[in-house]
């Protein structure tokens, strides 16, 4: 079980790696830029090398880059479509020069159209993108608003279709979002197999929620102070697939002492259950 962090880069790649140290992380996610923002900004090659040699001697894995928030790969204007699928692929270039493994995606709003439209250019865009070595992770989501991706008939849907290298990230506070209770993991489990195979599963967000199971509401709390709570958290992590995968936190934070806190709780339950 490895345990991590999504980590800031507003002050550059390596104060990234500061962080990473301070957390004491075994893997960590960031943004490339502002997740906000349409804005690129190139980094150069001497800032890129001097990351990759100082991830180099600490071994951290996977490294994982999140797609910003503003993009919606559900989208149906054909101009923007466009415009989504050059900047995806300039992040996913971006990402493989800094040694990342996985590049995380939201699979967006459907607008009004239907979640059978929105499932279909979800498809056709992904079906569009630059062929890469890095694995693109579709997220589980809480179901707020016309969002996609919070059933995992969508996931079997998308797979099916789709021959690229694709996987799955999953959210816990999402999953019990949109109406999977985490404190009974077992039945989780075999709710989701139902749809996909578990190998599609490569990495955990650990968030707790401060919603109720099945409220659709996306708002994250820290770990154990939510309604999943440590028993949740226990469950999922003794189980012999997922507490197995990288655990990485985007838990509510306005220093580095709050990641430090929810990190540590992580790891007492992975030594308790024999993961780490």
């Known amino acids: 079980m490895k345990i991590g962090a999504h980590l800031w880069t507003g002050e550059g790649l390596i104060k990234t790696i ?4 301070f957390l004491k992380c075994d893997c960590f996610q960031i943004f490339l830029s502002n997740p906000r923002s349409w804005k690129r900004k190139k980094r150069d090659k001497e800032e890129i090398k001097n990351f990759k040699q100082e991830i180099k001697k600490r071994e951290n894995k996977p490294i994982v880059v999140h797609m910003p928030y503003i993009l919606n790969i559900a989208e ?3 101009k923007l479509i466009k415009k989504i699928i050059n900047f995806i692929n ?9 040694g990342a493994e996985f590049y995380v995606i939201h699979p967006g709003f459907h607008k009004g159209n239907g979640e059978k439209k929105g499932i279909k250019n979800v498809i056709d865009l992904l079906k569009s993108l630059s062929k890469s070595n890095i694995k693109i992770l579709v997220e589980n989501t809480s179901g707020q608003g016309t969002s996609l991706g919070y059933k995992f008939e969508h996931f079997s849907t998308i797979f099916e279709k789709i021959d690229k290298n694709l996987g799955i990230c999953f959210d816990t506070a999402h999953a019990f979002q949109s109406g999977h209770n985490l404190l009974e993991f077992k039945k989780v489990k075999k709710d989701i197999e139902k749809f996909i195979d578990l190998s599609y599963i490569k990495l955990i967000h650990a968030n707790d929620s401060k919603t109720d199971c099945g409220s659709r509401i996306d708002r994250h709390e820290h770990i154990g102070k939510g309604k999943i709570g440590i028993k949740g958290f226990e469950e999922i992590i003794k189980d012999e697939y997922f507490g197995n995968l990288p655990f990485i936190i985007e838990t509510p934070k306005l220093s580095l002492k709050e990641d430090k ?16």
């Open 90 to 98: 300039e992040e996913i270039e971006e990402s493989e020069k800094i």
């Open 261 to 276: 806190e929810n990190i540590e709780i992580l790891r007492r339950i992975g030594e308790k259950y024999g993961k780490i």
């Open 18 to 21: 500061e962080y990473c140290d």
């Open 76 to 78: 149906d204007n054909k």
